[in-house]
């Protein structure tokens, strides 16, 4: 259905699946399915976070890197997501190279 590719995204496999966290960077949740535990969890974990629309609950670290961010033009952190994805994507690509030989490298020693 329409949500199948963000599932597969983010590692759903089955329901109930929960994920928390960074809409980015989802965690599993592996605790209890009961109220109790739910309420116990969301109490201690979820509600705002560091971001631009909570800039007070940012350590000086992230409010630093917010500020730079936010101060930003939208051409300018338009480039900068370019960039940082064509970083990402030379890694992956790095990865799979590196992954290609060290299993060349392993059917070579079993032969």
Same mark, same amino acid.
């Given at each position: 259905?329409?949500? #199948?590719?963000k599932?597969?995204?983010?590692g759903?496999q089955? =329901?109930? *699946?929960?994920k928390?966290?960074?809409?980015?960077n989802?965690?599993?949740?592996?605790?209890?399915?009961? =109220?109790?535990?739910?309420s116990k969890?969301?109490?201690?974990? $979820?509600?705002? *976070?560091?971001?631009?629309?909570?800039?007070?609950?940012?350590?000086?670290?992230n409010?630093? #890197?917010?500020?730079?961010?936010?101060?930003?033009s939208?051409?300018?952190?338009?480039?900068?997501?370019?960039?940082?994805?064509?970083e990402m994507? #030379?890694a992956e690509?790095?990865?799979?190279?590196? $992954?290609?030989? $060290?299993?060349?490298?392993s059917r070579?020693?079993w *032969?």
């Amino acid at each position: 259905g329409e949500g #199948k590719s963000k599932c597969d995204e983010v590692g759903v496999q089955g =329901f109930p *699946t929960l994920k928390s966290g960074d809409p980015n960077n989802l965690d599993d949740y592996e605790g209890g399915r009961d =109220f109790d535990s739910l309420s116990k969890f969301a109490k201690e974990n $979820l509600g705002p *976070t560091c971001g631009p629309t909570n800039p007070d609950l940012c350590d000086a670290v992230n409010k630093a #890197k917010l500020d730079k961010y936010m101060a930003m033009s939208s051409a300018d952190l338009a480039k900068a997501i370019e960039e940082k994805d064509a970083e990402m994507a #030379k890694a992956e690509k790095d990865v799979e190279e590196l $992954l290609k030989s $060290l299993q060349s490298q392993s059917r070579r020693s079993w *032969t």
